[in-house]
Each structure stands twice: as structure tokens, then as C-alpha cells.
T-cell receptor, first 114, second 113 residues
Framework: DGGITQSPKYLFRKEGQNVTLSCEQNLNHDAMYWYRQDPGQGLRLIYYSQIVNDFQKGDIAEGYSVSREKKESFPLTVTSAQKNPTAFYLC?????????????FGPGTRLLVL | AQSVTQPDIHITVSEGASLELRCNYSYGATPYLFWYVQSPGQGLQLLLKYFSGDTLVQGIKGFEAEFKRSQSSFNLRKPSVHWSDAAEYFCAVVTWGNEKLTFGTGTRLTIIP
């Protein structure tokens, strides 16, 4: 089955700890995105990548980092600098970076702070 | 900056009744518009999209939406809701050359028997 997978489903972070959320797609999509979802606020863009080894900040990049070493993978690290990391994180991908097309979403990872 | 407004935070309808969820956008250029649905604890599923052409678009699960440029609206409709339609619905907009998909704050739909 083609699609976007995110792991883990739930993730717990201790104070001062960095944690990494996984996002993998086997759709051969060029572009990948990370969004943060908080209750009543919709989705906000953290980072996006249109091509391997390149990525851009979104609206709320502070306290987060990403890498795009492979086309199919776009992991997100929530660093200790992110003071309010509790949220639902959604990864998305789009087929063609040069065209305006639909973004498809993964099932999400819920991050909780211990 | 582009923005999307979903004025209804929560809507309750009876099973079998009709549904309309409102979405207004603010942007000067021609928008590309989407409706997504999210069940609790799940990712977003695309219901339908408008890029160009016929302003009435059909989607999955019996949903449709109409793009009205004069009103800057893209309202979602369904003639008869089912209990399985209970979820949160998000309207989103993007414009050409802009990678940022801007979402509304969502409308939570509750279905009563």
C-alpha cells in the first residue's frame, strides 16, 4: 500500500530532552511538510522540504529541526528549546514541488511532556 | 497574508438532516481551495478540492462544495448526514507559488440520532 507513515503514534518527552518524530512516504512525492495541531488553532506549518537536502522554515520553526537526506524520509526533531511541545504533529507530502497539488497527510504523532 | 475563516466552531445536526459548513478566505489572487476531514486522533483526509473550472465540486462521501468568488466563500454541503460524518472539518487555501497551505480553525460536527 502506498502512503505516509508516522511513528510513533504517541511520544513522551522529558524536560530538556530532544525527541525525533519519523515521517516516511512511499508515494515518490517530491515535497514534504510538518504541521503542528493544537486544539482550536487549526494546523500551523513548521518546516517543509521541496527537494532532497533542502528545507525551509514555516511559520513556527523555532525549537524544531528537520533533515531531508532521502526523498522518502523527513524526520522532525523537537528540541529542548521548544518550551511548549505538547501537540499533535502531522506530516504531509505533495507529488510535484512545481505544481499546486493536493497535500496528503499521515496519521499523526501525539507528543506529550512528562 | 492569506487567511481562512470557519465561523462555526461546533455544529450539531440530526442524522438525515442537511449540512452546510461555512468557509471564507481572504486573498487577492486566485485561490486553490480544499476541504479536509479529521476523525479523532487521526490524520486529515481530503474530501474535495477546487482548482479551476466548474465552481461546484463533488467530493467523497457525498459531500460537495461551491466556490463563490464574489463572496470569497467555499462552503461545504451534504444533503443528508450519517452518524459516521461526525468529525472535525477543515477548510484550507493555497495560492500559486506559495507552499504554505493555510488552514481554518476547524468546525467540529456532532450528529444526533
Amino acid at each position: 500500500d502506498g502512503g505516509i507513515t508516522q511513528s510513533p503514534k504517541y511520544l513522551f518527552r522529558k524536560e530538556g530532552q530532544n525527541v525525533t518524530l519519523s515521517c516516511e512516504q512511499n508515494l515518490n512525492h517530491d515535497a514534504m511538510y510538518w504541521y503542528r495541531q493544537d486544539p482550536g488553532q487549526g494546523l500551523r506549518l513548521i518546516y517543509y522540504s521541496q527537494i532532497v537536502n533542502d528545507f525551509q522554515k514555516g511559520d513556527i520553526a523555532e525549537g524544531y529541526s528537520v533533515s531531508r537526506e532521502k526523498k522518502e524520509s523527513f524526520p522532525l526533531t523537537v528540541t529542548s528549546a521548544q518550551k511548549n511541545p505538547t501537540a499533535f504533529y502531522l506530516c504531509a507530502s505533495k507529488r510535484d514541488r512545481d505544481k499546486q497539488e493536493t497535500q496528503y497527510f499521515g496519521p499523526g504523532t501525539r507528543l506529550l511532556v512528562l | 497574508a492569506q487567511s481562512v475563516t470557519q465561523p462555526d466552531i461546533h455544529i450539531t445536526v440530526s442524522e438525515g438532516a442537511s449540512l452546510e459548513l461555512r468557509c471564507n478566505y481572504s486573498y487577492g489572487a486566485t485561490p486553490y481551495l480544499f476541504w479536509y476531514v479529521q476523525s479523532p486522533g487521526q490524520g486529515l483526509q481530503l474530501l474535495l478540492k477546487y482548482f479551476s473550472g466548474d465552481t461546484l465540486v463533488q467530493g467523497i462521501k457525498g459531500f460537495e462544495a461551491e466556490f463563490k468568488r464574489s463572496q470569497s466563500s467555499f462552503n461545504l454541503r451534504k444533503p443528508s448526514v450519517h452518524w459516521s460524518d461526525a468529525a472535525e472539518y477543515f477548510c484550507a487555501v493555497v495560492t500559486w507559488g506559495n507552499e504554505k497551505l493555510t488552514f481554518g480553525t476547524g468546525t467540529r460536527l456532532t450528529i444526533i440520532p
